[in-house]
């Protein structure tokens, strides 16, 4: 479903979510208080407009209440993140998405009404040391601080089992969702599914788990 995005603050987390929404097919309204930021991204969004993130009236203006979701993505300025979060909220933004520098910034931005509130630096050196830890994980998002769903090759041990004969969700507590094979999808597999060597297994578990999947398989 497309959906309607309000990124504010273009550095360079800001910049890479409002394109990377924009190339998913969403509307993206991108707003940075520099002209030749938004200058630079004015070609990959849907609009892209040089503001005040401070002044209410030109953000009414722009109709920011209406976004599904208006990402407050401001770089070093903890300050300025703050006012405009409290800000929006009294504007009545449904969907508020804050970006904190630290823990304590992130409480801040808790308390003042942040729906979600993202620490892009630290979570990107979770996911590294993931893909560090265990080789063969290609991919991983994040749930929660202890759960993550994750994309993992088949292993030689698994290559020529069923899944009921690996029994990962009582040995390790994953749960299989889908396995990629080619160019196919085979969604939710059964037990009597029958792992290949090119075959991708998409799981859900516990951060320990995933890490740990090396050492069993």
């Known amino acids: 479903m497309r959906k309607q995005f309000a990124v504010l603050g273009l550095g360079r987390f800001g910049t890479s979510l409002a394109v990377t929404l924009a190339r998913m097919g969403h ?4 707003v940075d208080a520099h ?21 209410e009236e030109v953000l009414k203006s722009l109709g920011i209440r209406n976004f599904d979701t208006v990402v407050v993505a401001i770089g070093q300025d903890i300050q300025t993140s703050i006012l405009a979060t409290v800000m ?13 520098q630290n823990e304590l910034h992130g409480k801040v931005l808790e308390k003042v009404g942040a729906d ?8 990107m050196g979770v996911r590294v ?11 991983q998002i994040q749930l929660s601080p202890d759960y993550s769903i994750a994309e993992i ?10 899944l009921g ?18 160019d196919e999808l085979i969604i939710a597999p059964g037990a009597e599914t029958l792992i290949s060597g090119q075959d991708l297994l998409v799981v ?6 995933i890490d740990n999947l090396g050492n069993h398989f």
Do not use: Y
């Open 27 to 30: 509307e993206v309204l991108a």
């Open 129 to 139: 040391a993931h893909c560090l830890v265990s080789c063969q994980i290609l991919d």
């Open 88 to 100: 929006l909220k009294e504007m009545g933004v449904k969907n508020l998405v804050a970006k904190a």
């Open 153 to 162: 090759n088949a292993t030689p041990k698994m290559v020529g089992k069923t």
């Open 204 to 209: 859900l578990g516990s951060n320990k788990a």
């Open 35 to 55: 002209e030749e930021t938004v200058e630079k991204i004015a070609g990959e969004v849907t609009k892209a407009v040089q503001a005040d993130v401070h002044n």
């Open 116 to 123: 979600l509130v993202i620490f892009p630096e630290r979570d």
């Open 165 to 182: 004969q690996l029994n990962l969700r009582v040995k390790m507590g994953l749960n299989v969702l889908v396995i990629k094979r080619d």
